[in-house]
């Protein structure tokens, strides 16, 4: 219920803003407001509206994570308690596995993150015109209007974590936990101990026994969360058995990464 799949309007790739742009967000929008309940106080041509305000008319590499703060707040969606998936460098298997266990939200399955999901958008100074030639790439420079939205949805959908939440990491990389990625630089930070009550980490191996827990990566992450305050507990998953959980979901399925 909570996942939506993309309809006909999936982006064709450019190097500017995307083709239809206008079109793809207020379609998806109204296609997840139709679709999930309780967001019917959402008005899509709104949000359009407060979407584009965030960045037409500005240098698209000073575009900064704060320029979103009007649009972020013309989204109202309520996320329950419990239901946060927070992943990085897992993608694929975090979101096949909200997808198909409805257990769990990822922020690509809030109406925030599913409208801009593979977009890429920029203006130009001095013109209230989209650019459809050419844009910054992601690490071209900083503060591109496609990052600093990431940023900016990625911090408020941490602050909306409540109760118990999930993370899942890549145990076949070096460094699971990143410090330079969005989930280690902007969505811990924003984690409120207040609210939270328990996180599960959950390193994805492609190889058994690895036992990425005990790696320097995820003791950097374990101080950080004491220093916090914050609970959790470390586990190494094989992929094999979240995949399992995936093709095959039961009832069981929610607690199959536990
Ligand atoms: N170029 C383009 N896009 C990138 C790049 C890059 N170099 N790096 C990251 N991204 C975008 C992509 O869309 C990618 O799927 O960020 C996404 C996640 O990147 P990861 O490095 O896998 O993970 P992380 O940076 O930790 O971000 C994921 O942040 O978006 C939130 O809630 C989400 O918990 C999740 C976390």
Redesign the pocket.
């Known amino acids: 219920s909570m996942s939506v799949q993309h309809g006909d309007n999936t982006p064709t790739t450019t190097k500017g803003t995307t083709t239809n742009l206008k079109t793809i967000v207020i379609e998806r929008c109204r296609d997840y407001i139709r679709t999930v309940p309780q967001m019917s106080s959402n008005n899509c041509d709104a949000i359009w509206e407060a979407f584009q305000n965030s960045f037409l008319g500005k240098d698209p590499c000073n575009v900064k994570v704060e320029d979103y703060d009007l649009f972020i707040t013309t989204v109202q969606q309520d996320i329950p308690c419990n239901k946060s998936?927070?992943?990085?460098?897992?993608?694929q298997i975090?979101h096949d596995f909200a997808k198909a266990t409805k257990c769990l939200m990822?922020?690509?399955d809030t109406l925030l993150?599913y409208m801009m999901d593979?977009l890429k958008w920029c203006g130009q100074q001095h013109s209230k015109e989209l650019n459809y030639t050419s844009c910054p790439?992601?690490?071209e420079c900083e503060f591109n209007p496609?990052?600093s939205f990431?940023r900016r949805?990625?911090a408020h959908?941490?602050e909306l974590a409540c109760g118990n939440v999930l993370?899942m990491l890549?145990g076949s990389i070096d460094t699971p936990f990143?410090k330079?990625?969005?989930?280690?630089?902007?969505?811990i930070k924003r984690f409120d101990s207040e609210k939270i009550n328990y996180i599960s980490i959950r390193v994805i191996d492609s190889l058994q026994d690895r036992v990425s827990c005990n790696s320097m990566s995820l003791e950097d992450l374990g101080k950080i969360l004491k220093n916090a305050s914050l609970n959790f507990d470390c586990k190494d998953i094989d992929k094999s058995e979240v995949e399992r959980c995936i093709n095959d979901p039961i009832p069981y399925s929610c607690d199959c990464v536990n």
């Open positions: 998936l927070f992943w990085s460098k897992t993608s975090a990822t922020l690509e993150g593979g790439g992601w690490i496609v990052r990431w949805a990625s959908f941490a993370v890549n990143n330079q990625s969005i989930f280690g630089s902007v969505e």
